[in-house]
């Protein structure tokens, strides 16, 4: 049912790994034209978790089809129009046939995985469901394939469960399988979970949701780029997944469900396409797959997915072999960074990997990666209550696409040891009590930080002066670090006390992340000891534009920091 997962021996040496082709010089890469241009040629790309890269052959697809063959499908009776609906469904069967469907009416396409999940929250129906009363999903799920479903058991009145997790994220089976049970309608669960990497026993789930009389929904969205996958072995009812995570185009997904399922639910939207005859009084629908594919589709979208589909097929083999043993590589280097902690199931895993490590803030290493040019992705990852249960405020994720070589793993561990050692030097902060004017630091009309930062030359040097400058930060007591006080809006947590002296206003915060604390220390010196009106007039991109710092902030970062002015400024103007 699944191509066979690499058993990786965490124990081999990077050298016994290398053996095996691929490992120093990937032949696929050359079919990326993002890592052949010179713009990109320091880029080392590990978020294909997030979107992969694209191959040449589905842009070359897609360019053909609006420079030789543009014309809309189905309702054309012209060549052109002919020749682009045989385009358009022939992808629909190869889809068909890439995921082993009965029939091509199964697939219907959507713009992604989460309007696929969408789509079914909002067409089941109660009659499909009967008179059940739970829905079951699992704790490792991306919002995406959550809250349609909090939504649609509301809408229903059912309870919703939740599948458990062990202290690494790992799915417990058996307490699982208990919950599904003759008062189950749906269960909703990830294939592999985009935020850990976990392939999920789905066979063992589906199988018991079939014995109860449940439906089983199935998001493959970071499962087809790296597994085979037969939904009639499965037996699952539903199964999505996007385009953009498997080397295809964005904008672009599929639903699949049984026939007669499909045939039973509800239009999800009306207009073109999905009609057969309208008239004041009635309109009735076009049979599947073409009741679910209101207006023009997204027709360039479909010939790229099919492009790249045939990509995957005729390197199946060759991406096994390169994703597996590079994720044997990974694991092998990062279990040698002190204090760094793997999530997830590292034997049952696709290419991507979960870390944290321990006394350093997640957005402090991603930053420090990022300006050199590597991209790994940091945060939630969309699974908010899964961070909450193993307790963490988000990951790093590292995710290998068949693209990737030896020599991006090895340039990311060198950036990740070298950020760590940077970011785990000993700091001493001031901690400052009630009114006492010592606690109001780095108050100074010569503004020493900022100057400091705008006189060093390079990022690494400006870096190194921000974080220094977190030092003079006049942090909150740990007491104080409560929700009344925490700046929602900031990519790190960030929490802030001001408080008026005299007319004028004094700020403390804090952050777990080393960076942001300098970045508060700079914007602290600039505003403490300031009367309102003064802050008020505050421009916070005009002030870092001045210091250098606006190009390098990422926008999530920058979005934190007006966040933390917004909520002084707020203060400001209370009554």
């Known amino acids: 049912m699944l191509a066979p997962c690499v058993e990786i021996d965490n124990n081999c040496t990077p050298d016994e790994l290398t053996a095996g082709s691929f490992m120093l010089f990937n032949p696929l890469r050359a079919q990326f034209p993002f890592f052949n241009h010179e713009s990109n040629s320091n880029e080392v790309y590990l978020d294909s978790a997030a979107t992969t890269q694209k191959p040449q052959v589905v842009l070359d697809a897609m360019q053909q089809f609006y420079a030789l063959n543009n014309a809309n499908v189905h309702r054309s009776s012209h060549h052109k129009g002919s020749l682009a609906t045989q385009q358009f469904e022939g992808v629909r069967s190869q889809v068909q046939q890439f995921i082993h469907a009965a029939h091509p009416e199964e697939i219907i396409f959507t713009k992604g995985a989460t309007e696929s999940i969408n789509l079914l929250a909002n067409c089941l129906t109660r009659e499909l469901i009967g008179s059940r009363t739970t829905l079951v999903v699992s704790a490792l799920e991306h919002h995406a394939n959550l809250v349609p479903w909090q939504w649609f058991a509301k809408r229903m009145g059912l309870e919703l469960i939740v599948m458990p997790v062990n202290d690494k994220g790992v799915l417990l089976i058996e307490q699982s399988l208990d919950l599904i049970n003759a008062d189950t309608a749906l269960v909703a669960i990830g294939h592999v979970s985009n935020a850990l990497g976990n392939i999920n ?37 539903f199964y999505v997944f996007s385009g953009h995570k498997v080397y295809g185009p964005t904008g672009i997904g599929v639903l699949y469900g049984k026939r007669h399922l499909l045939a039973l639910m509800l239009p999800y939207q009306m207009g073109g396409e999905m009609i057969r005859h309208v008239s004041y009084e009635y309109s009735t629908f076009q049979d599947l797959p073409y009741k679910f594919e209101a207006g023009t589709p997204n027709i360039s979208g479909v010939i790229g997915l099919g ?27 990062l279990q040698k960074i002190s204090g760094l902690t793997l999530w997830g199931d590292c034997e049952q895993s696709v290419a991507l990997q979960a870390f944290t490590i321990q006394g350093i803030d997640q957005q402090d290493i991603s930053m420090l990666l990022s300006e050199q040019h590597i991209a790994i992705r940091t945060g939630h990852h969309c699974a908010m209550p899964l961070m909450h249960r193993l307790g963490i405020q988000g990951s790093l994720r590292i995710s ?75 942090l909150l007591p740990s007491q104080e670090q409560g929700k009344h006080n925490e700046v929602q809006g900031c990519e790190s947590q ?21 960076i942001v604390r300098g ?31 606006a190009q390098q902030l990422s926008q999530s970062r920058s979005n934190g920091l007006h966040a933390v002015v917004q909520k002084i400024v707020a203060y400001c103007e209370r009554p």
């Open 201 to 237: 026993p789905i066979e063992a789930i589906i199988t018991k949701a079939r014995q109860c009389g449940a439906l089983t929904l199935i998001d493959g969205a970071q499962a087809v780029s790296h597994l085979t996958v037969d939904v009639q072995r499965l037996d699952c009812d």
């Open 519 to 549: 970045l508060l220390a700079i914007i602290f010196e600039r505003l403490n000891g300031q009367l309102t009106e003064q802050i008020r007039q505050f421009d916070l991109i005009d002030y870092m534009t001045q210091l250098g710092l």
């Open 307 to 333: 492009a790249a589909l045939g990509f995957v097929e005729q390197h199946r083999g060759e991406i096994v072999h390169q994703e597996q043993r590079l994720y044997g590589y990974l694991l092998t280097g």
């Open 494 to 514: 960030v929490w802030l006390s001001c408080q008026e002296v005299d007319g004028r206003i004094y700020l403390r915060g804090d952050s777990p992340s080393k």
């Open 400 to 474: 290998i696409g068949c693209y990737t070589n030896q020599g991006d793993i090895d340039k990311c561990l060198a950036a990740l040891n070298t950020a760590v050692a940077r970011l785990t030097g000993q700091e001493q902060h001031m901690v400052g009590t009630s009114t006492d004017n010592a606690l109001f630091a780095a108050q100074s009309s010569t503004f020493e930080l900022a100057q400091k930062v705008k006189q060093a030359k390079g990022w690494d040097a400006r870096y190194r002066e921000i974080m220094l400058a977190g030092k003079h930060l006049a």
